[in-house]
């Protein structure tokens, strides 16, 4: 399946509301502006910055902080363009803020490295350092705010104890966390430094065995003279695609350029159809071809036509057509719907027991559900369903009312007509 935007997906105008957050895991057409300046050589990047500038204030408007994330990269593609002015000092002003700040972040990775070798742990670099150093082939040109190390499944327990003997606790985890139902933990420092700690590559595969191939492809990786792993290039390209399609509050929109740089960084080494063997095993080859199909009719990124025409023509299960129709929107627009937060519950443990057979699948979902609603005891679900159930009524009839509403006023309009 082809990307297509979103029907009814408003369009940003040219002044100052083009710059609120986006309700889509889409770019705006100002960020595809940036997008374009940042990937795009010659006239064609000139004039998309030209014509960025013309809508947004650099100075003076609030620019989100997806675009802003991008404006590092921006600057070195005008940089080799020799394209000078104001603006372009400004810039570089920003991609010099990053470099500085991913130095630091390289250290704190070697040191935590260090400290997982040193307890006999492997580890695989993910997202920015990997990429940074892989594929930009630049310090400064991909801003990060944190790193994230993947190990091993089977040693999750013993990494997250040998980080938290080297002074890094859990953030984002109940003390009673069971990580069957996770994919990553993020650890903080004494100086609020940030660590996501993987057990589990993509959040959607937390399944027995889920990351075994992405282990046995990894190559080695230098990270400032700590020796590591990285994901191969398609299953690189797999990750960043998956992980950007899903809605986040700040606008995740790097995945873009993340993409777009591995494809051209990485032409000879990057296989085709390993990606699309990785992402039907996973039973995500429709979030990937809507990511293939942006990056090719929007942004001019070359891909073969026989991987597009296979991701199109491959029909999607109902089950991936809904997640894939779920993780776009807003998550506190699921959560308050009267039935996708429950919907896409179901989803996700339907992928975290895939393999196992139905009679434990279906006697582990209670165990599930208790987890996700923070109750102690299984016993407790049922009362926990039932002090819901009002609010849930309310909002159906709510729903009904306000779909009720526009049949009654064009009824009123008709009466007043015949009148």
């Not at 990494?159 to 903080?188: P, Q």
């Not at 599930?368 to 009839?397: Q, T």
Request: with cysteine.
């Amino acid at each position: 399946m082809m990307w297509t935007k979103p029907a009814g997906q408003p369009s940003p105008s040219s002044n100052g509301d083009a710059l609120a957050p986006p309700t889509s895991v889409w770019p705006t057409p100002e960020q595809e502006l940036l997008l374009k300046a940042a990937l795009w050589s010659g006239d064609d990047a000139v004039a998309a910055w030209s014509e960025w500038n013309s809508r947004v204030d650099l100075v003076k408007d609030h620019v989100d902080e997806g675009s802003f994330r991008l404006l590092p990269l921006v600057y070195r593609n005008l940089e080799r363009l020799r394209l000078g002015g104001p603006l372009v000092l400004k810039l570089k002003g920003i991609y010099r803020f990053s470099w500085a700040k991913n130095i630091a972040l390289f250290n704190r990775a070697q040191s935590v490295l260090q400290n997982l070798h040193a307890a006999g742990i492997d580890a695989i670099m993910l997202k920015g350092a990997a990429l940074s150093l892989l594929y930009y082939r630049d310090r400064g040109t991909r801003p990060m705010s944190d790193i994230d190390i993947l190990v091993p499944t089977c040693d999750a327990e013993k990494s997250l104890k040998c980080l938290a003997d080297g002074g890094w606790r859990k953030f984002d985890m109940r003390e009673d966390g069971d990580l069957r139902y996770h994919w990553a933990a993020t650890l903080v420092n004494a100086t609020e430094q940030q660590v996501d700690l993987h057990w589990h590559a993509l959040h959607e595969c937390v399944y027995p065995g889920a990351d075994d191939d992405f282990w046995q492809a990894a190559v080695p990786f230098d990270m400032s003279g700590s020796a590591t792993k990285a994901l191969c290039p398609a299953d690189n390209l797999l990750h960043v695609i998956i992980h950007g399609i899903y809605y986040n509050p700040m606008s995740p929109i790097r995945w873009v350029t993340d993409a777009a740089v591995i494809i051209r960084s990485s032409a000879n080494e990057l296989c085709w159809d390993r990606l699309l063997a990785q992402a039907r095993k996973r039973k995500l080859l429709l979030r990937l071809g809507a990511g293939l199909g942006y990056l090719h009719d929007h942004l001019k990124v070359s891909i073969p036509s026989e991987v597009l025409r296979r991701c199109r023509d491959r029909r999607p299960s109902i089950f991936e057509q809904t997640e894939f129709n779920l993780v776009r929107k807003p998550r506190h627009e699921v959560d308050n719907s009267i039935f996708s937060g429950w919907l896409l519950d179901i989803l996700d443990y339907r992928r975290i027991t895939l393999g196992q057979r139905l009679w434990p699948r279906l006697l582990g979902f209670a165990d599930f559900v208790r987890y996700r609603l923070f109750v102690a005891r299984r016993r407790e679900i049922v009362l926990v369903l039932l002090r819901r159930m009002p609010g849930k009524i309310r909002k159906i009839f709510a729903k009904l009312n306000r779909k009720s509403a526009p049949v009654a006023n064009d009824a009123r309009t008709v009466e007043l007509k015949s009148m």
